[in-house]
């Protein structure tokens, strides 16, 4: 585990499992429709329990870059962020759309009171975005966001050892200011 002071929170790297984390909230990188899939979403959906997905229909689904809330059913965190991320295409907006994953996906931890969050990397797997651009840009808005506000933990939670790596060797370029 690599944790870091920033701010009055801390920035966690972890390798391990999303679904077993401790924290008040999991993030799913989900699809639109927040259903069951593959990957990330489906082992949350497969953990959580089939009430997390009677919940899910009732929000009307999830554009990319919002971040929606539900409880945590079966998990050991209380609450579930639902963001969906950008399938990667090469174009700008791709960049944008994941920083919106992430920065809406705190904001809404932040709105609930919610002081513990676990993020994936969002979109690389299923959806195609590279590992270390995704690194670069998840951890480049999480350290900025917690410069300046009240989230007290910010875990990533990478199930291989070479994205453990990826985002392991992003945060030593970035360091707590922020930017490579």
């Known amino acids: 585990m ?22 008040e ?82 904001k809404l931890a932040t709105e609930k009171n919610i002081r513990s969050v676990s993020f994936p990397s969002i979109s690389t797997g299923a959806f195609g975005y590279p590992v270390d651009e995704a690194a670069r840009i998840a951890l480049e808005t999480v350290v900025e966001y917690l410069k300046k506000d009240g989230v007290e933990l910010v875990r990533f939670v990478l199930f291989g050892k070479k994205d453990f790596s990826v985002y392991q060797q992003t945060l030593q370029k970035i360091g707590t200011e922020g930017r490579i």
Do not use: F
């Open 25 to 106: 909230a999991i993030v799913n990188a989900a699809n639109e429709r927040l259903a069951p899939g593959g990957g990330v979403a489906g082992a949350i959906h497969r953990a959580a329990g089939p009430s997390l997905w009677e919940e899910c229909k009732k929000l009307g689904g999830c554009k990319t870059g919002e971040a929606k809330l539900t409880s945590g059913h079966n998990l050991r965190a209380t609450y579930v962020i639902h963001t969906v991320g950008p399938v990667y295409s090469g174009r700008d907006k791709d960049s944008e759309d994941l920083k919106n994953s992430y920065k809406n996906s705190l």
């Open 2 to 23: 690599i944790r870091k002071k920033i701010g009055k929170s801390y920035l966690e790297l972890v390798q391990g499992n999303i679904t077993e984390q401790d924290t």
